[in-house]
């Protein structure tokens, strides 16, 4: 079973940049499409990007299209989150998650079973 710990939030200004990184031991994290989503207080957890397993094709929340960027790293097991002029409204918990389909995380139902702790992401005004 892969396991995914993330890293990387913290505190940030608005218009401020943060990375965040999920990374697994497993040996199979290639085989996974792996996805990152966002839960703030209150509201129901939501999708924020996906990218395939060999990282060809990548998929984002039109929220925040064309301020963040998915991408992988298969030799270090590792996805990141690139976020780039965050805005309070990003502030929450960022969890990744890992399916072998990529449609399953692009969907964000109950078949994506395979999730991360979490880290929080707090962006002020």
């Known amino acids: 079973q892969v396991q995914l710990v993330e890293s990387g939030g913290g505190l940030v200004q608005a218009g401020g940049s943060l990375r965040l990184s999920c990374t697994t031991s497993g040996r199979t994290f290639s085989s996974y499409a792996m996805g990152w989503f966002r839960q703030a207080p209150g509201k129901e957890r939501e999708f924020v990007a996906a990218?395939?397993?060999?990282?060809?094709?990548?998929y984002y929340a039109d929220s925040v299209k064309g301020r963040f960027t998915i991408s992988r790293d298969n030799a270090k097991n590792t996805v990141y989150l690139q976020m780039n002029s965050l805005k309070p409204e990003d502030t929450a918990v960022y969890y990744c998650?890992?399916?072998?389909?990529?449609?399953?995380?692009?969907?964000?139902?109950?078949?994506?079973?395979?999730w991360g702790q979490g880290t929080l992401v707090t962006v002020s005004s």
């Open positions: 998650a890992a399916d072998l389909d990529v449609v399953v995380v692009l969907r964000n139902n109950k078949y994506l079973a395979i």
């Open positions: 990218i395939t397993r060999g990282g060809g094709s990548t």
